[in-house]
């Protein structure tokens, strides 16, 4: 089965609530397993003794070979976290949710979650992993309920004894009959994933049966049941040489046209020569040699109103090419002044002209004026609203600046939603991979005649297009004036 065939058949499904969408975590959700992610952050900070190293590999090598189930591994597991605080397991999650688990999560398994929260389904994430595991990835994909391993928490420390018993094999078949006749979900209509062959028990229970991204016995299990088999591609933040080999030609490519055109630049004596140059020529092909195109919705946005401060929503470091390749010239950023020494940042700076800005002064106007100057000099801003790269693409919390920065100079504001650079180059890789971005380019918002004691009511506005775009994806020409 593909996967766009599996979204048709949830739309074309019952609908409602009583219907649930129930999944597996590790292996069916992210390419990887968390507890594999959590053992080598413990072993990084020396964490894990010789002892529990030994015993924890001899109880892993009882289940890959001997087939033992998982209650032996997960209680030791689970001992050697005793005494720690419930809390600062929370924040250890969700740090490694972040650095690590997050660029796991299948971009297609994404989409699976959202067709079915599309459908009015109740989503139930039925694990076996641990809740500060399990938690933030729940949290990130929006599920209604998360049923998984629990530690007994004392006077909010951990005791060492699971509260209950692991959701493996027929634990979480029982887990998810009794949640459901509990919530009124009928199982009978309702789907259930997973990749491993325990989990068949909970997959039989669920009308729409799904091996997701299936391994060991479970492929052979589901044709002899008649169960769909769908594979997902893996995510982008995985090594290849192919990938490397192509972000290295890319790069080479990249910085040839800065120096191509910085040499342009000297000989017609014009800095902003040599800066649209760079932009029309540089961000094109690079994209070209690494393998990525740009499918844009609303392009003609980009240039109905100049100057503007663009807002993109940043989760990876591939969304400054497929801004360079959109807004292409007459553009440059906003910089903390500290910048300006940085030998490693110092040529594009001056190439760019960017505005340097004392952050320690507040968000007045002496801060913002550098800025200012260059969107009154018929120059754009580009600018990200969160301040920094989201580990997803789920939106973070937008700050002021750029809001502020708009309104003092009275220029509109042009929302670019970038939908899955993330998914080609992780947040915090370094090698991209081929494939298609998509981007939707918003209507100016004038900001002219809007109140400056008002801006929280424009970054709410703008927040709400990203918001309402990235949920209902825009068809074509949809946002064409």
Known sequence: MKLEERLAAIADGPQGPTVGAFF???????????????????????????????????????????????????????????????????????????????????????????????????????????????????????????????????DGMLTGELDGGTLWGAGKAAAVSGFASRAGVDLATSYAYSNGAEDVPFLALAGHPVALNPDGDLPALALTQGWPILRLAAPGSRFGVGPLVRTSVALGALLGSVGLSAGVGVLSRSRATAANLAGSIGPDLALALAGVRLSVVGESHLWARRPAVFMFNHQSSLDLGVLGSLIRRDVTAVVKKEARNDPRFAAIGALLDVAYVDRSAGRGRSALAPAVEKLRAGVSIAIAPEGTRSPTPRLGRFKKGGFYLAVEAGVPIVPIVIRNAGDLMWRDSLLVHPGVVEVAVLEPIETVDWPGGEVEKLVDLVRSRFESTLADWPVENEYEG
Not at 46 to 55: A, C, I, K, N, T
Not at 61 to 77: E, H, P, S, T, V
Not at 130 to 137: L, M, N
Request: proline share 2%; glycine share 8%; hydrophobic share 45%.
């Open 24 to 154: 597996d975590l590790d292996g069916t959700l992210i390419d990887g397993y968390t507890a594999v992610a959590v053992y080598r952050d413990r072993i990084r900070k020396r964490d894990v003794g010789l002892l529990e190293f030994g015993q924890t590999l001899g109880l892993a090598l009882d289940m890959r070979l001997r087939g033992a189930d998982l209650d032996a591994l997960a209680a030791f597991a689970v001992r050697a976290l005793a005494g720690r605080q419930e809390e600062d397991l929370e924040e250890w999650g969700e740090r490694l949710f972040r650095q690590e688990i997050a660029g796991l999560i299948y971009p297609g398994a994404r989409r699976l979650v959202e067709a079915h929260r599309k459908a009015g389904h109740t989503l139930v994430m039925a694990t076996s992993a641990t809740w500060f595991q399990a938690c933030p990835v729940a949290r990130d994909l929006s599920f209604d309920e998360v049923l998984c391993t629990r530690h007994e928490v004392r």
